[in-house]
């Protein structure tokens, strides 16, 4: 009865390849659709263009496809040798021949160099299978499988029409890598579109076959889509959530592939000279959780045709609210931005110098930046005493203008985030946010930086820690935060230069002006307390 079986299982070996090498005479391009299984199965050969379907023996064994010896040696139309006893199994082709043992990974060609099969091959009812891969051993053949699908793809030579059978993806941390699986290499071109942010590339002569990853889980890649737009071309969309920088593009072998790395982490700047001693630089940022857009002012602030001053939104330097552009209108300032903390009266909650005077109290000891009538940049804990004088005494060392806020981000050109110490509460002291920092360098210039946030596909905020990073970065000796969130606001030259996160300019209690030209308000002395 055994030997009945095996009988029958030859002869319908040898009914199918008969069968299917009467039609692949006049066919370019087979289908093999393997059901899953590590025994034989019935698959499906789909020949394109005549559309025939002819049964095949298969076996499915992990991500790799096994078909029988025979079929090999008669699609590369090679002879081949089996001797069941030692299981090995010969090919001989034009530069010589090769051996395959069964249930080995490693066989050997006529020259001498080594191949390795992902899968070794194996004897079923008697009849050896090997690897699918083996196809390509005269270089002749293209072939790729899907592995989800479990479809085989083989192309004749001399066939014109690629086949994309998949596209996957992974996400580095630095990058996000999409692969396009093709059967072999050809012409293509690559489009990179800044609105709507996205990749297109065209293949030629490729048609799409087999399932894709189109989804992507990350913050800066959206998904994938393929069409075909003409003819045998297909065309791939890789979808951004947000303008990307350029993408790098190759080709792999063995199997055929195409790369796409897109860059998600990234540092864009641009730098512009405003007027003299003042220069506005844009920084565009991609980190691992989403994009960054920073606005920085670098003040020569001891450059004798430039004044900073602080300045209240109120009128005649009184307490009130009104937007950072309104301030800077009004008082004829080239550029500024927001202040200390305040609550909803438009009262600061910190310290306040302005003209030499003395406008709102310190509270908790909190960081505050000063600037001395001689141009020098004071970044200090400042609290008062029990008779109201300020500790250390600003206005005797001749601050002029003063704002605080905290806490303290940069301390000797080192991070040093005071968060702690100064009693702030989780609203500022943790999450991401919009933020706004003022900083001084070893060369004594003056920062002033804009951070927008909470928008998730423009720029998400910072945390203090990121920003004190940032200030390090920047050159800054010391640093401190002011008010964030949809208080933080800059402006220059009339332009809001930041995305404030409300949607518009959120009015504030003061702000820090910069002037091009000598001060508007010159200082007065002596001080005055408030």
Same mark, same amino acid.
């Given at each position: 009865?055994?030997?009945?079986?095996?009988?029958?299982?030859?002869?319908?070996?040898?009914? @199918? %390849?008969? *069968?299917?090498?009467?039609?692949?005479?006049?066919?370019?391009?087979?289908?093999?659709?393997?059901?899953? !299984?590590?025994?034989?199965?019935?698959?499906?050969?789909?020949?394109?263009?005549?559309? #025939?379907?002819?049964?095949?023996?298969?076996?499915?064994?992990?991500?790799? @496809?096994?078909?029988?010896?025979?079929?090999?040696?008669?699609?590369?139309?090679?002879? +081949?040798?089996?001797?069941?006893?030692?299981?090995?199994?010969?090919?001989?082709?034009?530069?010589?021949?090769?051996?395959?043992?069964?249930?080995?990974?490693?066989?050997?060609?006529?020259?001498?160099?080594?191949?390795?099969?992902?899968? /070794?091959?194996?004897?079923?009812?008697?009849?050896?299978?090997?690897?699918?891969?083996?196809?390509?051993?005269?270089?002749?053949?293209?072939?790729?499988?899907?592995?989800?699908? +479990?479809?085989?793809?083989?192309?004749?030579?001399?066939?014109?029409?690629?086949?994309?059978?998949?596209?996957?993806?992974?996400?580095?941390?630095?990058?996000?890598?999409? &692969?396009?699986?093709?059967?072999? $290499?050809? /012409?293509?071109?690559? +489009?990179?579109?800044?609105?709507?942010?996205?990749?297109?590339?065209?293949? $030629?002569? *490729?048609? =799409?076959? !087999?399932? %894709?990853?189109?989804?992507?889980?990350?913050? #800066?890649?959206?998904?994938?889509?393929?069409?075909?737009?003409?003819?045998?071309?297909?065309?791939?969309?890789?979808?951004?959530?947000?303008?990307? /920088?350029?993408?790098?593009? %190759?080709?792999?072998?063995?199997?055929?592939?195409?790369?796409?790395?897109?860059?998600?982490?990234?540092?864009?700047?641009?730098?512009?000279? @405003?007027?003299?001693?003042?220069?506005?630089?844009?920084?565009?940022?991609?980190?691992?959780?989403?994009?960054?857009?920073?606005? =920085?002012?670098?003040? #020569?602030?001891?450059?004798?045709?430039?004044?900073? $001053?602080? =300045?209240?939104?109120?009128?005649?330097?009184?307490?009130?609210?009104?937007?950072?552009?309104?301030?800077?209108?009004?008082?004829?300032?080239?550029?500024?931005?927001?202040?200390?903390?305040?609550?909803?009266?438009? *009262? /600061?909650?910190?310290?306040?110098?302005?003209?030499?005077?003395?406008?709102?109290?310190?509270?908790?000891?909190?960081?505050?930046?000063? @600037?001395?009538?001689?141009?020098?940049?004071?970044?200090?804990?400042?609290?008062?005493?029990?008779?109201?004088?300020?500790?250390?005494?600003?206005?005797?060392?001749?601050?002029?203008?003063?704002?605080?806020?905290?806490?303290?981000?940069?301390?000797?050109?080192?991070?040093?985030?005071?968060?702690?110490?100064?009693?702030?509460?989780?609203?500022?002291?943790?999450?991401?946010?919009?933020?706004?920092?003022?900083?001084?360098?070893?060369?004594?210039?003056?920062?002033? &930086? #804009? =951070?927008?946030?909470?928008?998730?596909?423009?720029?998400?905020?910072?945390?203090?820690?990121?920003?004190?990073?940032? +200030?390090?970065?920047?050159?800054?000796?010391?640093?401190?935060?002011?008010?964030?969130?949809?208080?933080?606001?800059?402006?220059?030259?009339? %332009?809001?230069?930041?995305?404030?996160?409300?949607?518009?300019?959120?009015? &504030?209690?003061?702000?820090?002006?910069?002037?091009?030209?000598?001060?508007?308000?010159?200082?007065?002395?002596?001080?005055?307390?408030?």
């Amino acid at each position: 009865m055994k030997r009945c079986r095996h009988y029958f299982a030859n002869s319908l070996f040898i009914v @199918i %390849f008969t *069968t299917f090498f009467l039609i692949n005479s006049t066919c370019s391009a087979q289908w093999i659709e393997i059901t899953e !299984g590590s025994a034989v199965s019935q698959g499906k050969l789909v020949v394109d263009e005549s559309g #025939a379907i002819l049964p095949v023996p298969v076996i499915a064994k992990g991500s790799n @496809i096994l078909i029988p010896a025979t079929f090999v040696a008669e699609t590369l139309r090679i002879s +081949m040798r089996y001797d069941p006893v030692v299981q090995r199994l010969t090919y001989s082709i034009p530069s010589g021949s090769f051996e395959i043992l069964l249930h080995q990974k490693e066989w050997k060609l006529s020259s001498g160099e080594t191949r390795t099969f992902t899968e /070794p091959a194996i004897s079923q009812s008697g009849v050896p299978f090997v690897p699918a891969e083996l196809l390509r051993v005269t270089g002749e053949y293209d072939i790729s499988w899907d592995v989800h699908a +479990m479809k085989l793809h083989l192309m004749k030579p001399g066939g014109k029409v690629a086949a994309l059978t998949e596209a996957r993806h992974g996400i580095h941390p630095d990058k996000v890598r999409i &692969v396009f699986h093709l059967s072999k $290499e050809v /012409p293509f071109k690559v +489009m990179q579109m800044k609105n709507p942010p996205r990749v297109v590339i065209d293949f $030629e002569d *490729t048609r =799409v076959q !087999g399932a %894709f990853d189109s989804s992507i889980a990350n913050i #800066a890649v959206n998904g994938v889509r393929l069409t075909m737009p003409e003819g045998n071309n297909t065309r791939c969309i890789i979808d951004f959530n947000y303008a990307l /920088p350029d993408v790098t593009t %190759f080709w792999l072998q063995d199997p055929v592939r195409f790369v796409v790395d897109v860059p998600t982490i990234y540092r864009n700047q641009a730098a512009l000279t @405003i007027d003299r001693g003042i220069r506005y630089i844009s920084m565009n940022s991609g980190t691992p959780n989403g994009p960054l857009t920073i606005d =920085v002012l670098e003040i #020569a602030a001891t450059d004798k045709t430039i004044a900073v $001053e602080t =300045v209240l939104a109120g009128p005649d330097g009184s307490f009130g609210l009104a937007p950072v552009s309104d301030l800077v209108a009004r008082s004829g300032a080239i550029a500024g931005v927001n202040g200390v903390f305040h609550a909803s009266d438009g *009262t /600061p909650l910190g310290l306040i110098i302005t003209d030499g005077r003395l406008k709102s109290l310190p509270i908790m000891s909190r960081t505050a930046m000063g @600037i001395t009538q001689d141009g020098r940049i004071l970044m200090d804990s400042v609290s008062i005493d029990a008779e109201g004088n300020l500790v250390p005494d600003w206005l005797e060392q001749g601050v002029v203008y003063a704002v605080g806020g905290g806490p303290r981000l940069v301390k000797d050109g080192k991070v040093n985030v005071t968060s702690l110490q100064e009693q702030f509460k989780a609203d500022v002291a943790t999450g991401r946010a919009p933020r706004t920092a003022v900083g001084v360098t070893f060369d004594d210039k003056l920062l002033l &930086v #804009a =951070v927008t946030g909470r928008q998730a596909y423009y720029s998400i905020g910072v945390t203090l820690e990121e920003l004190a990073d940032i +200030m390090v970065e920047l050159g800054a000796k010391d640093a401190m935060n002011l008010d964030g969130g949809g208080s933080s606001t800059m402006v220059v030259r009339d %332009f809001v230069m930041n995305t404030p996160s409300d949607g518009r300019e959120r009015k &504030v209690a003061d702000a820090i002006l910069v002037f091009s030209g000598p001060s508007k308000t010159p200082p007065v002395s002596p001080p005055i307390g408030q």
